[in-house]
């Protein structure tokens, strides 16, 4: 699996789209380091996902019993507020009818990438 620029990532969307190629996709928040795969493609050691049921994640195991550490560090909510205003306005000028305000949130947890992967099948009945 190796990762894309933007336009890298763009083109080889648009490759597989044009040829009714089934592909999963991941995109960092800063559009830098993209993933375009075919499902089959994607290395369960790096990345697992769960779409509708399609996934590569088998076997996850269950946290059970476990205290859990989860702080999270929210934008303030003066900063949210501008952008979401913005997105508002946006919206009644009719440039938009789908929009998506997302943030970077700092997350502090003792628990691994996988074990928050396996809580959120646990929790939406997947796992």
């Not at 999963?24 to 790096?46: A, H, I, K, S, T």
């Not at 999270?72 to 205003?85: A, C, D, H, T």
Request: glycine share 10%; aromatic share 12%; charged share 25%.
């Amino acid at each position: 699996m190796d990762f894309l620029d933007r336009e890298g990532a763009i083109q080889k969307i648009n490759r597989y789209g044009e040829a009714s190629i089934p592909f999963f996709f991941m995109v960092d928040y800063l559009q830098g380091q993209n993933l375009v795969c075919r499902p089959q493609e994607v290395d369960p050691e790096g990345v697992l996902y769960d779409i509708n049921g399609c996934t590569n994640a088998g076997n996850t195991g269950e946290i059970v019993g476990q205290e859990i550490d989860w702080q999270v560090y929210p934008e303030n909510k003066i900063v949210y507020g501008k952008r979401f205003r913005k997105v508002q306005e946006h919206i009644r000028r009719g440039n938009s009818y789908l929009v998506n305000l997302t943030c970077k949130t700092p997350v502090q947890t003792d628990l691994t990438l996988k074990d928050v992967f396996t809580a959120r099948l646990l929790l939406t009945g997947y796992g």
